[in-house]
Nanobody, 126 residues
């Protein structure tokens, strides 16, 4: 089991940047593929980015590719999301999640992620 806690959200102007962090408890962080998801008011939770256990593979939603970067530090049990050139449509609660499945691909479906953090609010003003 792993417990996750996001931080780093806030209010930023369009074009600005934020770095989100997700601290994981326990000693098994490196055994999970990790993902970032977001949920805006009145909308379904959507995939943002995912990273493999080793950090060697990443995947991004089309809406975030080229602007967001997912990374992890297994020695620090921490997942990151660097979000650049933020847009008002990026406004949402951002969640990190852990996938303990054994796959050859990175999962985009939120239903396949077993452990979730409490979320951090990102608000982008125009």
């Amino acid at each position: 089991q792993v417990q996750l806690a996001e931080s780093g959200g806030g209010l930023v102007q369009a074009g600005g940047s934020l770095r989100l962090s997700c601290a994981a408890s326990g000693r098994t962080f490196s055994t999970y593929d990790m993902g970032w998801f977001r949920q805006a008011p009145g909308k379904e939770r959507e995939f943002v980015a995912a990273i493999s256990r080793s950090g060697g593979s990443t995947d991004y939603a089309d809406s975030t590719k080229g602007r967001f970067t997912i990374a992890r530090d297994n020695a620090k049990n921490t997942l990151y999301l660097q979000a650049n050139n933020l847009k008002p449509e990026d406004t949402a609660v951002y969640y990190c999640a852990a996938d303990q499945g054994s796959r050859l691909w990175l999962e985009r479906r939120s239903s396949e992620y077993k452990y979730w953090g409490q979320g951090t609010q990102v608000t982008v003003s125009s």
